[in-house]
């Protein structure tokens, strides 16, 4: 490690020591705060620039070394310098303490956790790479972790720090004004009757709904991003386009137009799928004879004597057409159309998040949509163990 990052790891340890020693935390609670208030609005009266410029400051070293309080401070913020300035303090001064324990964890750290967990970490940093910018307003937004939780994590992976810094200072700064505004009512509580008053349950509402408004503001976002670029149609052709007949595409189609959705299934090989035709129908038939087989060939453990036993596999197959005719039925176009599902037989291409096209015999038809399902199964995947193609 080199000499810069042992004195600032020092620098670090001291600070937080020193904070425990002198027990910063209790006054960083609302008993503190409200007790305190009368004091520090009347050193801002008469020396407001050092009052904000202190309480700046005292943010910014509580956020960098991620000592519980800075929502108490945020309150403080709003309850002694108003909605305004409190809201310019703490949006800032919150986003800049955030900025520094991002680049402590950088520093110190970054550079020893991509070495050792490099290979690990790859696709975590092709995504941070990609989408870190949205996966952090994602954060920030919706608080599943705690902020001095993400501002560590954050240095250790590959985000621009610019990115971190403008990311953060917006995604904070609905819930910096929530608890802000908040502040600043209930520094007008003096007595019980003051608790029920218009603007500070206006506050606490806020602060109730804050979650569901991030939360669709984030959705909101997502929206935008999935279908930037597309065109949405002025009316739609059906209510669902289900792509695949299989098993996942037929009860998605049958459960469609039970609640009476108007809905379209495309095939373009064999109603059924996968299931019926080639999988699991055939393969328990076969397993049928096997067990059949299997039996008479062991029958002498039970005192029955079979010479010999044969298999006619041509014969075997037939009769495993025969089990798929007879449960052909239940999955045939007839039998949805008559279910009230539209059935094309064709090819389906996805063009827009609401268009598909399709071809048939040579001809290709636009269809337009609300939703699409697609149900077109997978090929078979063999993972890569060793030794496994010797099996």
Request: proline fraction near 3%; aromatic fraction near 8%.
């Amino acid at each position: 490690m080199s000499v810069k990052k042992i004195l600032l790891a020092l620098v670090i340890i001291a600070a937080v020591v020193a904070a425990v020693m002198f027990d910063v935390t209790q006054y960083l609670n609302l008993d503190t705060l409200k007790a305190q208030q009368a004091r520090v609005n009347g050193w801002f009266e008469t020396e407001p620039l050092l009052t904000f410029a202190i309480y700046f400051i005292a943010y910014v070293l509580v956020t960098a070394l991620s000592i519980p309080g800075a929502t108490i401070l945020t309150l403080g913020a709003g309850a002694i310098f108003g909605l305004g300035w409190g809201l310019l303090l703490a949006s800032f001064a919150s986003s800049v303490g955030a900025l520094l324990a991002f680049l402590s964890a950088r520093f110190l750290l970054k550079d020893w956790v991509q070495s050792k967990f490099g290979q690990r970490l790859e696709a975590i940093n092709r995504g941070v790479k990609r989408d870190g910018a949205f996966y952090l307003l994602s954060l920030r937004l919706v608080p599943i972790f705690p902020f001095f939780v993400i501002n560590l994590a954050l240095g250790l992976t590959q985000i621009r720090t610019w990115t971190f810094y403008w990311v953060s200072q917006v995604g904070m700064l609905l819930g910096t004004v929530v608890y802000v505004n908040a502040g600043t009512q209930l520094a007008e509580i003096e007595q019980v009757g003051d608790v029920v008053s218009a603007d500070l349950i206006g506050a606490f509402v806020l602060l109730g709904i804050f979650p569901l408004i991030a939360k669709w503001l984030l959705t909101a976002i997502k929206r935008r991003r999935a279908f930037k670029g597309f065109t949405r149609p002025q009316h739609y052709d059906n209510n669902l386009i289900v792509i695949g007949a299989g098993s996942a595409g037929l009860v998605s189609a049958y459960i469609a137009a039970t609640v009476k959705a108007k809905v379209t299934l495309i095939e373009r090989d064999k109603m059924g799928g996968d299931c019926l035709n080639t999988g699991c129908v055939p393969s328990k038939a076969l397993l049928h004879v096997a067990n059949q087989v299997h039996h008479m060939r062991h029958s002498e453990q039970l005192g029955i004597k079979v010479d010999s036993v044969s298999v006619d596999f041509q014969q075997v197959l037939a009769r495993v057409q025969q089990v798929i005719q007879r449960i052909e039925p239940h999955d045939s176009v007839e039998r949805y159309q008559g279910l009230g599902v539209n059935v094309e037989l064709g090819e389906a291409t996805i063009k827009s998040p609401w268009e598909v096209e399709l071809k048939q015999d040579g001809e290709l038809r636009r269809l337009t949509t609300k939703h699409i399902v697609v149900a077109t199964g997978a090929r078979p995947l063999v993972p890569n163990l060793p030794g496994i193609n010797e099996v």
